[in-house]
């Protein structure tokens, strides 16, 4: 079997404390390959990642430079500079193992996917915030999916350019706009463990997580589409209607305090519980269920201040 040759993309922002393991993982995978090149592209690092990259393998990295722009611009600068026939795109606080290239080449060849990749796992010892959000969204098995996250996402060339790379309008859910986009054409997306990658840089505090899920809320509308449900948008809606039912409850229903507040309670951590049971099921595991609960209930909250930030501030999609 002649291997394609595969271009690796990783987008650079201010990543230092974490491009060295990222780096150092992505330039084993390419020389074990072979027949790969490695493309960073910085986007106005202030950090020293810049100069990081040129230092540390000048000879292995390919770095252009960005100003401007949203993350799929970074991404598809990326893919336009590359020359492999297979897009590997890696996020700068990623790991892959050394083996990573070759696998991608073999699921490609025995699985005629137009895509493939898988989700991101955390590292070692991790806290309680990144184990429960990342064992209540976990794929327990190898297989066809609606979309994989850009952080460990890997297409076809020839499926990238036919459906036009990223969009760049979006600011986040590009990958999740993509992915639709490609399955719109007729490419299967196929996901598998063997393409796993260690994500170091997730939110570790119920703070830094409710700042995440904002700026990831902010691509919330790129992926609604006639004729589709978007979960997660409507959710989000059906929580703030919730919300908004239980002030009027406990501000006007003629019951008793006790009886408000249990109805208020009920109300507010109705969206939450149903995702939590959804995913439950799909994850096979109900986790730490408390836990797991506030999660949800800060991920609802960062959502909405996301959508009201799209529809009253006038920011974009």
Known sequence: MTRPRVSVVVPVF????????????????????????????????TDGSRELLASRYPQDVRILDLRGGTIATVRNRGARAATGSVLSFIDADCVIPPDYLVSV???????????????????????????????LH????????????????VVVREAFDAVGGFDERLVTGEDTELCQ???????????????????????KTVRAFYRKEIWRGLGMFGTVRPGAIDKPTVMTVVHIALWAAAIVVLATAPWTWPARLAVAV????????????????????????????????????ARGAAMARLLFRGEKS
Do not use: M
């Open 105 to 135: 080449s073999e699921i490609l060849a025995t699985t005629g996917a137009g895509a493939t990749g898988a989700e991101v796992v955390p590292p070692a010892s991790p806290s309680w915030v990144e184990d429960v959000w990342y064992r």
């Open 181 to 203: 986009r490609l399955r719109g054409r007729g490419y299967r997306i196929y996901e598998s463990k063997r393409l796993s990658a260690v994500h170091l840089d997730n939110a």
């Open 266 to 301: 009920g109300l507010v951590v109705a969206a939450p519980a149903a995702t939590l049971l959804y995913r439950a099921r799909a994850a096979r595991s109900l986790g730490r269920p408390l836990h797991a609960l506030l999660l949800y209930e800060v991920y609802y909250a």
């Open 138 to 153: 976990r794929r327990a098995e190898d297989g066809e999916q609606e979309w994989i996250g850009s952080a460990n996402l």
């Open 14 to 45: 201010n990543k230092s404390p974490f491009l060295p393991a990222t780096l150092d993982s992505i330039v084993a995978a390419v020389r074990s390959y072979g027949d790969a090149e490695l493309i960073a592209v910085d986007h106005g690092s």
